[in-house]
């Protein structure tokens, strides 16, 4: 049996991935002990995959090898196992291959089986996923939001933001968004209820902010410039979770704050956070948020592309604003 896989051929420059992935056909290797094989259903598409494809060292992971797949989170079904708690049919989530199939060790993977009455199976990539264990997490620990604090959130739109602005009105917060372009600010607060939208696109950033007032958290999925804005809005004592540096993925550039010197006199507290930091609390978060989404008080918007050969437009809309939401690629079963 031969497997469709998107190949690293090169490194890519900026947005260019058509240049650098490459749709091959390989054979399937039989599968080795601890190894499940997965007929993926869904792709997850993810921002912070854009620094696996660079050549740095320093990042949370190494980066991935040119000539291998590339890797992300998959969905689907098993379709053989040999590996203990795993058996054909069994719905699962795990690292695999942007492929029709992925062959995972089911250990390193981190694969787990999940619960197959939940209606919509794309909210094991949305909510109750690592865009809601990052969202929750990361507002209510990292952020150490408490009711009645002003929360503000960069990519407000994007899959993890979305989903930070409405949990952090759950909890009793006054929650802000920043947004590209008035469509999105639009759909935050009339149909999220947000107290309100700052869009980046428009000349008057500061004054929107301003307008604002002070903020008590900002959970950050950008960095660039756009912290310098913030950074000069905090309340004292405010806390900055930074989830992601959307900014620095395409551009090759580093965040360098020049108003880091409001971190001393505003006594800001700055933290980083990942994932596999949390995942053992997974199940708990889980439950949390399928609470909430069950009653209707937590909504994915999901942008979906159908077929493996169209990923890479599905990868660069996370690039370029092109979505509202969590963007997934479905392959036809």
Same mark, same amino acid.
Request: net charge negative; aromatic share 8%.
């Given at each position: 049996?031969?497997?469709?896989?998107?190949?690293?051929? @090169?490194?890519?420059?900026?947005?260019?991935?058509?240049?650098?992935?490459?749709?091959?056909?390989?054979? $399937? /290797?039989?599968?080795?002990?601890?190894?499940?094989?997965?007929?993926?259903?869904?792709?997850?598409?993810? !921002?912070?995959?854009?620094?696996?494809?660079? !050549?740095?060292?320093?990042?949370?992971?190494?980066?991935?090898?040119?000539?291998?797949?590339?890797?992300?989170?998959?969905?689907?079904?098993?379709?053989?196992?040999?590996?203990?708690?795993?058996?054909?049919?069994?719905? +699962?989530?795990?690292?695999?291959?942007?492929?029709?199939?992925?062959?995972?060790?089911?250990?390193?993977?981190?694969?787990?089986?999940?619960?197959?009455?939940?209606?919509?199976?794309? !909210?094991?990539?949305?909510?109750?996923?690592?865009?809601?264990?990052?969202?929750?997490?990361?507002?209510?620990?990292? &952020? /150490?939001?408490?009711?009645?604090? @002003?929360?503000?959130?960069?990519?407000?739109?994007?899959?993890?933001?979305?989903?930070?602005?409405?949990?952090?009105?759950?909890?009793?917060?006054?929650?802000?968004?920043?947004?590209?372009?008035?469509?999105?600010?639009?759909?935050?607060?009339?149909?999220?209820?947000?107290?309100?939208?700052?869009?980046?696109? /428009?000349?008057?950033?500061?004054?929107?902010?301003?307008?604002?007032?002070?903020?008590?958290?900002?959970?950050? #999925?950008?960095?660039?410039?756009?912290?310098?804005? +913030?950074?000069?809005?905090? #309340?004292?004592?405010?806390?900055?979770?930074?989830?992601? $540096?959307?900014?620095?993925?395409? /551009?090759?550039?580093?965040?360098?704050?020049?108003?880091?010197?409001?971190?001393?006199?505003?006594?800001?507290?700055?933290?980083?956070?990942?994932?596999?930091?949390?995942?053992?609390?997974?199940?708990?978060?889980? @439950?949390?948020?399928?609470?909430?989404?069950?009653?209707?008080?937590?909504?994915?918007?999901?942008?979906?592309?159908?077929?493996?050969? #169209?990923?890479?437009?599905?990868?660069?809309?996370?690039?370029? &604003?092109? #979505?509202?939401?969590?963007?997934?690629?479905? $392959?036809?079963?």
């Amino acid at each position: 049996m031969t497997n469709r896989t998107w190949r690293i051929a @090169r490194r890519p420059e900026g947005i260019d991935f058509a240049s650098a992935l490459e749709l091959t056909d390989s054979p $399937l /290797a039989p599968l080795a002990a601890g190894e499940i094989r997965i007929r993926n259903s869904h792709l997850s598409m993810d !921002a912070g995959t854009r620094m696996w494809l660079s !050549a740095r060292e320093d990042g949370y992971q190494p980066p991935l090898p040119v000539g291998g797949p590339m890797t992300g989170l998959v969905l689907g079904e098993v379709i053989e196992s040999r590996a203990e708690g795993f058996a054909p049919g069994d719905l +699962v989530r795990a690292f695999g291959q942007w492929s029709d199939i992925s062959t995972v060790d089911a250990v390193m993977s981190g694969a787990i089986v999940l619960d197959p009455t939940v209606a919509d199976r794309r !909210a094991w990539f949305g909510p109750l996923g690592m865009n809601g264990w990052t969202a929750l997490w990361g507002v209510e620990q990292t &952020g /150490a939001a408490k009711a009645g604090e @002003r929360v503000l959130v960069s990519a407000a739109a994007g899959a993890t933001g979305i989903l930070a602005v409405q949990i952090a009105k759950l909890l009793g917060c006054e929650a802000w968004g920043i947004a590209g372009g008035a469509a999105k600010c639009a759909y935050l607060t009339d149909e999220l209820g947000i107290a309100g939208a700052v869009d980046y696109k /428009a000349a008057d950033v500061a004054a929107q902010l301003d307008a604002a007032g002070g903020f008590d958290v900002y959970f950050d #999925n950008v960095g660039g410039g756009l912290l310098d804005q +913030v950074l000069t809005r905090m #309340n004292h004592y405010g806390r900055i979770a930074v989830c992601g $540096l959307l900014a620095d993925y395409t /551009a090759g550039t580093r965040t360098a704050p020049a108003e880091f010197d409001q971190v001393l006199m505003r006594r800001l507290r700055i933290e980083g956070f990942f994932s596999p930091d949390f995942m053992h609390e997974g199940p708990a978060l889980t @439950r949390r948020l399928r609470d909430w989404t069950e009653a209707g008080d937590l909504v994915m918007p999901y942008d979906v592309t159908t077929g493996l050969e #169209n990923t890479l437009t599905a990868y660069a809309k996370l690039f370029t &604003g092109g #979505n509202v939401g969590k963007v997934i690629v479905e $392959l036809p079963q």
